[in-house]
């Protein structure tokens, strides 16, 4: 238990976190206007990806969070144009782009570097930045949805579509906005995680964060604090098993690597509930159909 509390564990488990905490603000953006993005990780591992490959051309880091973040927002556009304009299915729209993302970054990955090779170490980003940079996120959301007509709009696309539209706001045209900056987060998230704490990319290098963050998001009923809370609660338990692993124990180490997924899927179970769901989430809008 001392492991929990030791300024080591505590500094690994803000590094850690930020990152998870980045998309889950930008799933939280996205679903309060109604989009359920399941593509989070394909968005966050292809910003990883893009991150790491102008940090190692350029030798600047925050060039690296840059080309996340655009590569992220493409995506969402990309997401944008399927699940808002086409109106494909959201869930099966969502893990299909995730789990091209996946197979895409291997193979450009594996392009550039020998399979079993070292792939080269970047220059990282300090702790201070990436916390900086996360709290500004975490306000701007904050003031965005309970201090401009916008955040209000968007969130009334979420909960009503069909009285925002009555009203004079353009449904389908938020909805992109939203999306589009979701998955800039997103990719930002994986980028700050590359450029961060890691400081080199390998295949699948996000590693379930994505889906652990869409899953903050309920756990933190959609505000933008609590899921940062809960994604320095992964941090945590993502940092106390890294370091229980280096311990002297009969217990499997597969035991300490789920210990944060565990966690969090318990956290949610518990939280789920009081939970307040948009009520259009995942609902395509079609104006006139109701």
Sequence with gaps: MDILFKIETL???IRLG???ALVALGAL???RTGVLNLGLEGMMLSGALAGYAANEATGSPWVGLLAGVAVGACSGGVLALLVVTARANQVVTGIAL??????ATTYLFQLQYAI???PPRVNRLGMTPLVLMTLACVVALWFLFNRTTLGMAMGAVGEAPEAADALGYRVNH?????????GGLAGLGGAALVNGPLGLFIGNVTAGRGWVALALVVFAGWRPGATVAGALLFGLCDAAQLRLQGTTTDIPYEVFLALPYVVTLVALVLRARASRTPAALGVAYVRGAH
């Design 11 to 13: 500094e690994a488990a």
């Design 18 to 20: 930020i990152p998870v």
């Design 29 to 31: 953006v996205s679903e």
């Design 98 to 103: 995730t789990l091209l993302a996946i197979s």
């Design 116 to 118: 079993g090779g070292i």
């Design 174 to 182: 938020l909805r992109w906005v939203a999306t589009i900056i979701g």
